[in-house]
């Protein structure tokens, strides 16, 4: 979490909960990923989309390694809070036909590439099992049918940044922030 502004994955609740899950037999890792933006909704897109390619990195580096952390690559579970569920929900959901336009050659960006394009030169195919989604969102609901993935959610109805009822994430955060 962290708004894809800041955030570390040593924070000690994520310590905790990776440290908790490994007392149960399973393989787990903390990622960062790229963090900070200009503010409008484009350089926020685009921060997203680079947390995305660290995200899928990260994951290929992990099924790369498979025998030296003992991953069944059959059992993939990720999950993440606020910018991390975001991360995590478009790790299992988002492929590059659905990118968003911000993330392409423009007048004033450079294209940041395919999802699989950044971080390492490693291809290994994944598929995710399950999401657990603690107050993330999509941006577009048409990704949700891509993929046969279980998803979890936990969301609060006084979230200011990520909505609960409506709307895309940051879309109206000059109008929620601050009340």
Excluded at 98 to 106: F, H, I, Q
Aim: proline fraction near 3%; charged fraction near 20%; charge should be neutral.
């Amino acid at each position: 979490g962290g708004a894809f502004y800041m955030g570390d994955k040593e924070s000690t609740p994520i310590v905790a909960f990776c440290r908790y899950f490994a007392s149960l037999g399973y393989t787990t890792a903390s990622i960062n990923y790229r963090l900070g933006f200009l503010p409008s909704k484009t350089s926020v897109e685009r921060a997203g989309y680079q947390a995305l390619q660290d995200a899928h990195a990260a994951m290929r580096f992990m099924v790369e390694n498979r025998s030296q952390y003992q991953i069944d690559t059959s059992l993939l579970f990720v999950c993440g809070t606020s910018a991390g569920a975001i991360t995590s929900l478009n790790l299992g959901f988002m492929q590059n036909s659905s990118r968003p336009e911000s993330t392409k050659k423009g007048f004033l960006n450079s294209d940041l590439g395919n999802i699989e394009n950044s971080g390492n030169l490693l291809n290994n195919n994944f598929s995710i099992k399950a999401i657990g989604n603690m107050w993330g969102a999509i941006n577009d609901i048409d990704l949700l049918k891509s993929a046969d993935i279980a998803v979890v959610s936990f969301h609060g109805d006084k979230d200011r940044i990520v909505p609960y009822k409506h709307d895309y994430p940051f879309e109206i955060i000059s109008k929620e922030v601050g009340k």
